[in-house]
């Protein structure tokens, strides 16, 4: 009875020995008398009771470490870097994961010896360049770092999958100089755009100015033509009412001079209405009258009409 129950607890035993779970994003590394035998992956997995071993379990998941190093450019200016890095096993294939559980004694070499590779690269780079450039190339640094540190995680079984520059700043002493020479620039900046746009508000102003000068003397050109043809149609309605005055008169056997002595005296008491106060000199006359009667039948004349004073005898022969 005792031997029964005590075999019953060395099978229980066993297959509780037997039995191993491998997480997920994980892979199980098996060995046997100290010598890679198999991997195992995640889930419920068995294994030979005492003899097999799990050596290591390796995460296959995205795993990331941060650094802060020091580079020296080609014009001696110290460059301080913060950088985070992110990496994972390539795959999960049997090969990778012996590269992976092999290469190094322990995950800290790992990350050690990926950090100082990775500075190396940076340092060498930042090397062949000059202080004012490294700012610019952020891109190029990473591209770079990728290019020469594929090759070597890639034998590690190990994948760079980014490398991320945070920061970069330089000493103290160089860092205020160039913050006055991005102000020095600004400054420049700034006065060219107030010159530019001085320039542009005087140019709009001209141009405006002169548009303006354009448009008043457009106004005056045509006012001055409307007032010019306002006067000559006034001369030839004038000429016409008096030509239809003296047509009148002609027909009704009265002397022609008549209608320009009205015009004298319709004159006088135009000026003596608008006058406003102003004192006005006038040849009143008989000889005075005679003359501009004179001037106005010259006028008419040019016109065409006939108004040549007569005397009383031809007056009494029509």
């Known amino acids: ?44 997995n068995f294994k030979i009771p005492f003899l097999e071993v799990i050596f290591r379990k390796i995460s296959t998941q995205n795993r990331s470490v941060e650094l802060e190093f020091q580079a020296v450019t080609q014009d001696q200016a110290n460059v301080y870097f913060k950088a985070m890095i992110l990496y994972h096993v390539t795959d999960d294939a049997e090969e990778t994961i012996k590269k992976v559980a092999f290469k190094f004694i322990s995950e800290r070499d790992l990350m050690q010896t990926l950090a100082r590779t990775i500075e190396g690269n940076i340092r060498s780079f930042v090397a062949t360049k000059r202080q ?70 005087k140019t709009r102003a001209a141009e405006a100015e002169g548009n303006s000068i354009k448009i008043s003397a457009e106004a005056e050109r045509q006012a001055a033509q409307l007032r010019g043809q306002g006067v000559a149609l006034f001369r030839e309605e004038v000429a016409k009412g008096m030509s239809e005055a003296a047509e009148q008169m002609k027909r009704a056997n009265l002397d022609i001079n008549i209608i320009l002595f009205s015009m004298w005296t ?23 009258m005679e003359g501009t009667l004179k001037k106005l039948m010259a006028l008419m004349q040019m016109n065409g009409e006939d108004f040549t004073p007569r005397s009383k005898d031809d007056q009494y022969k029509q």
């Open 266 to 288: 319709e004159a006088i008491k135009n000026f003596a209405e608008s006058g406003k106060g102003n004192v006005m000199f006038l040849d009143g006359s008989p000889n005075g």
């Open 1 to 44: 009875m005792i031997g029964s129950i005590v075999w019953v607890v060395v099978a229980v035993a066993a297959i509780a020995l037997s039995l191993v779970t491998i997480n997920q994003g994980h892979i199980g590394v098996v060995t046997m008398f100290g010598k890679y035998r198999r991997v195992l992956k995640p889930g419920l």
């Open 132 to 201: 004012s450039e490294v700012l610019a190339l952020r891109r190029e640094i990473v591209e770079y770092v990728k290019i020469e540190v594929d090759q070597t995680l890639d034998d590690w079984g190990y994948h760079l999958q980014d490398l991320q520059i945070n920061d970069i700043t330089f000493d103290k002493a160089i860092m205020e100089s160039m913050s006055r020479v991005v102000a020095s620039h600004n400054m420049k900046a700034a006065a060219e755009n107030e010159g530019q746009a001085l320039l542009i508000t």
